[in-house]
């Protein structure tokens, strides 16, 4: 009985076993679907994510892993060299050695900079100023810090460079001006480009501090001495030190420009005007070549390249005596009496006079209820047009001005280039004024006066005009009527010999005056320094004829009934006339034009004149052919 309630009782106790394995499979198969379930959905979120990466981002990250290893560094393209008309070099390159760094290869950032700037004897916060400024550039981009390093720190950079890491120093061409501040105003310099500058067409592709032409020569024939940049790519370590070089563009350099300039005269031109404030231009009247471009004061190139401190700036820029201003081409004078052989040119042409026209000359000229006066204050008496030129008489060009009328002179005057731009290329040039009835109509709104075209006869007034464009006028006078565009650049060479772009000269125009006119006026102007009563007698040469115009003119109004001996003596050194003189020489077969203007100098013939004359004579004397009275 026992026996059988045992195994009832065994019985019982396994179909529970079994009912509880049977309850537990099934609760364990749940948790293992549920687990397989959670596992294939982190598997899939994986391959979602490895999807992502690999085949979405997997250029991005791809270029990211590369650039651990791999640098890509610019090379600058040297620009091109400027030579003098006989292969001088003017402006040439010189290796500039960079501070930069790039944040990535550096772990410890601000003691790095704290240990440059110590090197380098700069204030910390100068640096770290730069860093704040780029924080939005990517890290491995590399920063440039300091420019143009000494070769004292240079060499205790070099000494440290092996415990910092991310430090490079970066090798480019620098500009280097030969004879720094000599034809300073021509060349022109560079300074680096500006945030406006680098959105203009004109220099797309261009990079942040790069430096470009501003002003003169630099700038207008930028896009031939720019050159393009090259590349290389660099592996890498860890420290971002060089492993081996994987490729390599070279750049290519700009073009060379082989000027018109004679250097040589140019230094002798600019010396004439040391302690001077103003400009002496000299043309080649056979083609318009410039030969000499001076202009006082002149100014340091090489301050624009190293870079201008703020209140290096202010005090160049504020300068009294405006050392910037370009005074050959980019500011316009009264011409004075170096106006008068155009007003005879045009008065010939049309008839107004002939070779024997007289007037007579009292010392003054009576118009309206003013008198007018002549230089000389007991006046020329009665003279004809050759002999007014050479003692240059006022009181006949005013008769002579008021008989052709403002605007048939203006027609005329223009036609030597005077009241235009002269075109050779260079920022800022000055157009000059011949006044017009219409001009003064729509420039002030009150008709043209007759007592204005008095004074405009003989270069006051409204009248302007700069050195440049007297040169070439009376360049056209000496070669009886051929107005040249002047150009100072005669060759463009590349990097091969065929790549030679050779610059003619460039006809501007014919002036339709008759040869008899111009060979009266001509010889005129040989009288003005031979003839004993010419006002430019003084510079008379034994050995080579000269033929030139004095001019003085006036800065402040001069009182009717004012002794004008007195008052010079009276005048503050700002308030005296500007001294010119325009002259040419061989006087029969012109070689050479030069036209000076010395800003408050007093006398053309004593000031100007004696330096025009040195100009032609060195210039003639360094020429094979000899030079004949």
């Known amino acids: 009985m026992r026996t059988e309630i045992k195994t009832k009782g065994a019985k019982l106790d396994g179909l529970k076993l079994i009912n509880w394995e049977s309850g537990e499979s099934v609760s364990f198969q749940k948790q293992y679907i549920l687990i397989c379930a959670i596992m294939l959905l982190l598997m899939m979120i994986y391959m979602v994510r490895l999807w992502h990466?690999?085949?979405?981002?997997?250029?991005?990250?791809?270029?990211?892993?590369?650039?651990?290893?791999?640098?890509?560094?610019?090379?600058?393209?040297?620009?091109?060299?400027?030579?003098?008309?006989?292969?001088?070099?003017?402006?040439?390159?010189?290796?500039?050695?960079?501070?930069?760094?790039?944040?990535?290869?550096?772990?410890?950032?601000?003691?790095?900079?704290?240990?440059?700037?110590?090197?380098?004897d700069r204030d910390p916060d100068e640096f770290f100023s730069i860093i704040e400024a780029n924080k939005a550039a990517p890290k491995f981009v590399?920063?440039?810090?300091?420019?143009?390093?000494?070769?004292?720190?240079?060499?205790?950079?070099?000494?440290?460079?092996?415990?910092l890491p991310g430090v490079v120093i970066q090798l480019e061409p620098k500009r280097e001006y030969k004879w720094n501040a000599t034809a300073a105003h021509l060349i022109g310099y560079l300074s680096a480009i500006t945030e406006t500058e680098l959105k203009s067409e004109k220099y797309r592709g261009y990079y942040p501090d790069e430096d470009i032409g501003k002003v003169g020569i630099e700038s207008a024939f930028e896009k031939y001495l720019h050159g393009s940049r090259g590349g290389r790519q660099l592996e890498v370590d860890a420290a971002g030190r060089r492993l081996r070089l994987l490729e390599e563009h070279l750049p290519i350099a700009g073009r060379n420009l082989w000027l018109t300039l004679d250097m040589d005269l140019q230094k002798f031109t600019e010396s004439l005007l040391e302690d001077k404030t103003g400009a002496i231009v000299a043309v080649d009247p056979t083609d318009g070549a410039v030969l000499a471009f001076a202009c006082s004061p002149s100014f340091d190139q090489e301050k624009f390249i190293r870079g201008l401190s703020k209140d290096e700036w202010l005090a160049l820029s504020k300068d009294p005596r405006h050392p910037l201003l370009n005074r050959g081409s980019g500011a316009a004078y009264p011409p004075g009496s170096t106006y008068k052989p155009f007003v005879a040119l045009a008065a010939l042409k049309e008839g107004v006079l002939s070779a024997s026209s007289t007037f007579t000359c009292p010392g003054y000229f009576q118009f309206a209820d003013r008198k007018y006066r002549c230089w000389k204050d007991h006046g020329h008496g009665a003279l004809a047009v050759e002999r007014a030129i050479i003692e240059s008489c006022d009181v006949f060009f005013y008769q002579t001005g008021l008989k052709l009328g403002v605007d048939r002179l203006a027609q005329y005057v223009t036609m030597f280039g005077l009241g235009e731009r002269t075109g050779i290329g260079l920022h800022g040039e000055h157009p000059g004024l011949i006044p017009t009835s219409w001009w003064k109509k729509q420039a002030t709104g009150v008709p043209w006066q007759k007592g204005e075209t008095i004074s405009i006869s003989i270069g006051q007034g409204f009248d302007l005009a700069t050195p440049l464009q007297m040169a070439l006028g009376y360049a056209a006078i000496a070669n009886s009527g051929k107005l040249w565009q002047p150009y100072v650049v005669k060759r463009i060479e590349g990097s091969s010999v065929n790549e030679v772009d050779e610059i003619k000269p460039r006809l501007k125009r014919n002036i339709p005056i008759e040869q008899r006119w111009f060979d009266l006026v001509k010889k005129a102007l040989s009288n003005v320094v031979e003839d004993p009563r010419g006002t430019g007698h003084l510079i008379r040469d034994p050995v080579v004829?000269?033929?030139?115009?004095?001019?003085?003119?006036?800065?402040?109004?001069?009182?009717?009934?004012?002794?004008?001996?007195?008052?010079?003596?009276?005048?503050?050194?700002?308030?005296?006339?500007?001294?010119?003189?325009?002259?040419?020489?061989?006087?029969?077969?012109?070689?050479?034009?030069?036209?000076?203007?010395i800003e408050h100098g007093g006398h053309g013939a004593s000031v100007a004149a004696p330096l025009v004359q040195k100009v032609i004579m060195a210039y003639l004397k360094n020429t094979e052919k000899p030079a004949g009275h």
Not at 97 to 117: K, M, P, W
Not at 143 to 150: C, K, Q, T, V, Y
Not at 560 to 585: I, P
Request: glycine residues 6%; aromatic residues 6%; hydrophobic residues 40%.
């Open 53 to 120: 990466l690999q085949v979405l981002q997997g250029e991005s990250y791809r270029f990211q892993s590369e650039n651990n290893r791999i640098r890509i560094e610019e090379i600058a393209a040297p620009r091109g060299i400027i030579f003098d008309r006989n292969g001088v070099p003017i402006v040439e390159n010189r290796p500039a050695y960079n501070l930069v760094i790039i944040r990535e290869d550096i772990s410890d950032l601000e003691g790095t900079i704290r240990e440059l700037a110590r090197l380098c």
């Open 142 to 163: 590399p920063l440039r810090l300091a420019s143009d390093l000494d070769r004292d720190y240079l060499a205790r950079i070099e000494a440290q460079r092996i415990r």
């Open 545 to 597: 004829a000269i033929a030139g115009k004095t001019g003085t003119a006036q800065v402040v109004h001069v009182a009717q009934g004012v002794n004008r001996k007195l008052l010079e003596k009276l005048t503050k050194s700002k308030d005296m006339d500007h001294a010119w003189f325009v002259g040419y020489a061989p006087a029969s077969d012109a070689r050479i034009c030069v036209a000076a203007l």
